[in-house]
Structures are given as structure tokens and as C-alpha cells.
């Protein structure tokens, strides 16, 4: 073989590989989303949800899953990991590659769970990045049809009357039910006992059976049994009225200015997803919550949609932490 040769043979392999690598690093350039977000998304996306399928949470994630996989051009499933108190699912997605791929539905849980839990595999405000809000739920204070208690200031009355003898029902300890009944508690400065149940079903027995005076509970699950007569409706902890049952007062309203609370829902995604990408998915987020397929179905399960930009989830999230930590702490719950 003569130099000459060796050194067109040699510069022809520098060209090859030099065209192969590009050809390369275009097909990776193609299958990871860029800073721009330009090529985003290049593969279905998972929406990790912290409870079990049916429920209202999945409910909610399933319908703006369906909007989003329209806009966004790749489908949108949703992974149910219950458990743990939806420590489990925040895991998976805060130790998911930050490329937008990957989204959680974060709550009013977690941001319970950033005081109440002793520890945690990762951090709830630094692992995650709020990209936008989706829902609130109304929470009711309720009383059975035959209670004595018509209102509000019945309760707060008789609890002024006979302190320590009002028992308010929730669920479980620590639930965002739990924490309302509490702020109740403190906000009219009744002497009272908040008493956990296992589930809604076990306090809504309860109540029917004037075990506990008055419940706090979540309005959608309750609305059939308000509508069949089984109980009435107090107050809502909400901002404003609930279209559902526009002659029902909130605390607010009634004067009780800090018993405002709601449950909600968004989607976070891990630290360091590109900023481009936390937008376009804000963009179809609120795309889905606009439409009127959308808000029939919401409206069907007794939710309200919430508009917002990563900015406002974002301190959103940081205000609940703040809200529901102080509550914890002024109602001396132990960290679990």
C-alpha cells in the first residue's frame, strides 16, 4: 500500500466517522428535549398520581390527561402509586430525569407532608418545580338532618355554652379534613375534640348516628347524601360559594375570615426541567382547563378549575406549606 493511498484511506475514515457521529448526535439532539424546549415532547408522558384510580384526584389528572396528549402531539397516561401518604409517587418523580417526561400530581398533601413527616427521601419544596395549578375541592362542615345545629354560630354557641363536649369528625389525621376541623377548632376558639375516622364512609356513619356533632369533610364525595337530605351544609371553608349549593354561606362570609381552606391539586415536575419546557406544558395545562369538555366534566365532579402560571403554582405551593404548617404546630400534632 503507497503513503498516498494510506493517507486518502486515513482521511476518508476521519470523514466517515466524523459524518457518524453527527448522525448520532442529531438522533440524540432529537430524542432529548433541548433548553428551548423546541423538540418537546419526543416520547409519552406519565403523570404519577399518589392515589388509586377513581377517586376524584385521578379523576381530575385522567381528564386533563386526555386535553393535554390533543395538544401536545404524544399521549398522556396516568400512573396510580397510592401509599404512604403519596411519599411513594413524589419519589418516583423527584428521582425521574428532569426533561418533562415525568410529572407528579402534587397537592394539598404534600405540601402537608413537608411539616408533618419526620423525614422524607426528598425535599418537597428544592426536588420539584410547580408547573400548574389544575383544581380546587370544596371543604363543608356538615350536621345531620335532625342535629340541632342549623348553622354555623349554633355550633360556636354551644361549644361557648358546654366547653369540651363539641365533637368534630374528620378522617384520618393529618388529611387536608383533619387539618380544616383543627383550623375550626382554632380559628373560633371553640374548647372542642377533633375525632378522627378511618375513611368517609366510617365518618359519615358516624355523624348519621350523632357520634360525633358536626363532620369536615371534602363537599364532592357528600353531595348525593346532601342532595337525598341525609345532612345539611353549614359553611364552606372555600373563598367563595359553590355553584352546587349557592344558598350555602362561607365561613368567610359568616364572619369567620381565617377558616379559609380548600383541598387542590396541580403538576409538578422534577428540579431542573428546562424552564421552556415547564411553559409549554403550562400552556397546554391551561388549554385543557379552558375547555368546555373540561369544565362539564369538573363541574359533574364538584371541582372547580384553577388557572394559573409555574410562577403562581409555585407560590401557591410555598403559601400551603406555610398555612398548614402553622396549623400543625398550633394544634400540636406529632410528626408521623
Do not use: C
Amino acid at each position: 500500500m503507497s503513503s498516498e493511498f494510506k493517507v486518502k484511506f486515513l482521511k476518508g475514515l476521519q470523514v466517515l466517522a466524523f459524518l457518524v457521529t453527527g448522525v448520532m448526535v442529531s438522533s440524540q439532539a432529537q430524542t432529548q428535549p433541548n433548553a428551548s424546549g423546541a423538540n418537546f415532547p419526543t416520547k409519552p408522558i406519565k403523570i404519577v398520581v399518589p392515589f388509586g384510580a377513581g377517586g376524584v384526584a385521578d379523576l381530575t389528572a385522567r381528564i386533563i390527561a386526555q386535553k393535554m396528549s390533543e395538544g401536545l402531539g404524544q399521549p398522556v397516561v396516568v400512573d396510580n402509586r397510592p401509599g404512604a401518604g403519596g411519599v411513594v409517587a413524589a419519589d418516583v418523580v423527584a428521582k425521574s430525569e428532569p426533561d418533562g417526561h415525568t410529572l407528579f400530581l402534587i397537592s394539598n398533601g404534600t405540601a402537608v407532608s413537608a411539616t408533618l413527616m419526620r423525614s422524607l427521601p426528598f425535599d418537597p419544596v428544592n426536588d420539584f418545580v410547580n408547573v400548574g395549578l389544575l383544581a380546587t375541592f370544596d371543604i363543608a362542615i356538615l350536621s345531620a338532618t335532625d342535629s340541632k345545629f342549623n348553622t354555623l354560630s349554633d355550633v360556636i354557641q354551644y361549644s361557648k355554652n358546654k366547653p369540651g363536649a363539641l365533637n368534630i369528625g374528620s378522617i384520618n389525621i393529618g388529611s387536608t379534613q383533619n387539618l380544616t376541623a383543627e383550623l375550626f377548632k382554632s380559628s373560633t376558639s371553640m374548647d372542642a375534640q377533633v375525632v378522627p375516622f378511618n375513611g368517609t364512609p366510617a365518618l359519615m356513619t358516624a355523624l348519621k348516628g350523632n357520634q360525633v356533632d358536626v363532620a369536615v369533610e371534602i363537599l364532592g364525595p357528600v353531595i348525593p347524601q346532601i342532595k337525598a337530605k341525609n345532612f345539611k351544609v353549614l359553611a364552606l371553608t372555600g373563598e367563595q360559594r359553590n355553584s352546587s349549593l349557592p344558598e350555602v354561606p362561607t365561613a368567610k362570609e359568616l364572619g369567620y375570615k381565617n377558616l379559609i381552606a380548600s383541598s387542590w391539586n396541580g403538576l409538578a415536575a422534577p428540579a431542573k426541567t428546562p424552564k421552556a419546557v415547564v411553559e409549554r406544558l403550562n400552556k397546554e395545562i391551561n388549554a385543557a382547563l379552558r375547555d368546555p369538555q373540561t369544565e362539564k366534566k369538573f363541574q359533574e365532579l364538584n371541582i372547580t378549575p384553577k388557572l394559573s402560571t409555574p410562577a403562581q403554582a409555585q407560590e401557591w405551593y410555598l403559601s400551603e406549606i406555610k398555612i398548614w404548617g402553622r396549623v400543625i404546630e398550633k394544634a400540636a400534632i406529632a410528626k408521623q
